[in-house]
């Protein structure tokens, strides 16, 4: 009988990136610094070259199967160990007996992951970019389509499509400055043995871990214990989160601007999708939907990333479970994210005419800012004009009526306001402030930040 999944990530959700957190992956992740290590004692004398170099020629897949490891670690319960020997079953001519020479089991592993997350970092940070290309393109397309701005869910006053994109596409930014700023953080490992002391490596240890950094592109921790610490590995998990986060912002704005009372702008739908299995009329924005639920998991596991931080004297193992979890998770579920809302941007559709329609649903309240700025501009205190248009604005309200109608009865508006004055003034069109230089100035400044 064949293995059958349980977890989403493994079919319904998994993208590329999944590969980079494989069981073969890891495993090959780890025969690569213990090629490395064999190939730094060798320079330093530690061991035969030549037994370095039969390290080295079988320190892969190619010799060292998935299947034998786990074989191994059947009978020994220490999946680390079971590499190393299933590494030297492989070699010849006595090599094997020079594999692991001093190390301890996380100074393998820990520098495996940091390899492992800087590359799943810069995947990310390329899948990121796209999505903030297709940001940047609608930004500048619909700078100037001008909506209402809801803040409370309520209609404040008019802004446009290009500002909402603009403050999303800007939030993204800051993410891919943040992963600059956190592969420097995760790029780091160890090579110093049980406790950190590097007993083991007699009088050469600070050498051999200069040595072996280098060689796996990545920088020597000045001081840890047997583990590099888990404020480097949680940093990476909440930064996780934290786009996942920004993700769902922007997949809930699309759920509520595709209310049918509202209807604005809607995530693409095929012909043939089917929305509800009672309700052949519904349309459901499910894959927006997808996303802010998948935001849920990704924040969840920044408890355990922040837990593995305390770890008894020089190590423990309660990290260790929980980060076979939580690293391939949450990098699965946030590509997945990405991609998705990648393809609703990309497909989004607009209704102009529904966007016109609720710019003047509130028959001209959403103005009366600007009305009451003018009211100051002719000389009529702020609080006062603020209570008349509150007043004027509960009684349109009321009585269903347009707020310019209102005003043309009030005495203190028409001695000062001609009808032609007024009805300008109730053009929500022509009250956005700089919304359109701010997305311009924006789009200039991401241009030429990426050289798009």
């Known amino acids: 009988m064949g293995h059958k999944f349980i977890h989403p990530i493994e079919t319904r959700y998994r993208t590329e990136i999944a590969d980079l957190f494989t069981e073969e992956k890891k495993l090959e992740n780890w025969l690569k610094v213990e090629a490395v290590l064999a190939e730094v004692h060798a320079e330093l004398g530690n061991i035969p070259k030549e037994a370095a170099k039969e390290i080295q020629k079988k320190a892969n897949l190619n010799y060292v199967k998935l299947e034998r490891v786990k074989e191994i ?27 692991h020479l001093g190390a301890t089991s996380y100074d393998i592993e820990d520098s495996a992951t940091a390899l492992q997350l800087k590359e799943a970092l810069n995947y990310i940070r390329s899948a990121l970019l796209e999505l903030l290309m297709t940001l940047i393109k609608l930004t500048e397309e619909k700078k100037d389509l001008v909506c209402i701005g809801r803040t409370h869910g309520q209609h404040a006053i008019p802004t446009t499509f290009g500002m909402r994109f603009g403050v999303w596409a800007y939030e993204i930014d800051r993410h891919l400055d943040r992963i600059s700023e956190v592969l420097e953080r995760i790029s780091f490992g160890k090579m110093s043995g049980a406790v950190g002391t590097m007993a083991g490596f007699e009088d050469k240890g600070m050498e ?228 359109v230089d701010q997305v311009e100035n924006l789009v200039k400044f991401l241009k030429n930040k990426y050289n798009c």
Do not use: W
Not at 239 to 250: D, F, H, R
Not at 273 to 295: D, W, Y
């Open 208 to 435: 051999i871990q200069k040595r072996v950094m280098e060689k796996l592109n990545l920088s020597p921790v000045l001081i840890a214990n047997q583990v590099v610490q888990r404020d480097r590995h949680a940093e990476v998990i909440f930064l996780t989160s934290l786009i996942g986060q920004t993700l769902a912002k922007i997949a809930r704005e699309n759920r509520v601007l595709q209310r049918t009372e509202i209807a604005e702008m809607f995530e693409p739908f095929k012909k043939s999708q089917v929305g509800s299995s009672t309700m052949p009329h519904k349309r459901n924005p499910h894959k927006s939907e997808r996303i802010c639920s998948l935001a849920r998991i990704l924040k969840s596991n920044v408890i355990p990333a922040l837990d593995n931080i305390v770890l008894e004297d020089e190590r423990d193992m309660t990290n260790s479970a929980s980060e076979r979890i939580i690293f391939g998770e949450n990098f699965v579920i946030l590509d997945y994210m990405i991609k998705g809302l990648l393809k609703n941007l990309q497909g989004i559709k607009f209704d102009t005419v529904k966007i016109e329609e609720n710019l003047n649903l509130t028959k001209g309240a959403c103005l009366t800012e600007k009305v009451m700025v003018q009211l100051v501009n002719k000389g009529i205190g702020r609080q006062e004009g603020h209570e008349l248009l509150r007043q004027s604005a509960i009684l349109a309200r009321k009585e269903n009526r347009y707020m310019k109608d209102i005003l043309f009865e009030n005495n203190k508006i028409t001695n000062l306001f001609s009808k032609e004055e007024v009805t300008e003034l109730f053009d929500p069109h022509k009250y956005i402030g700089k919304a």
């Open 73 to 99: 670690d059947k009978e020994i319960h220490h999946d680390l160990m079971a590499m190393v020997k299933g590494l030297a079953e492989q070699c010849d001519e006595g090599a094997g007996k020079y594999i």
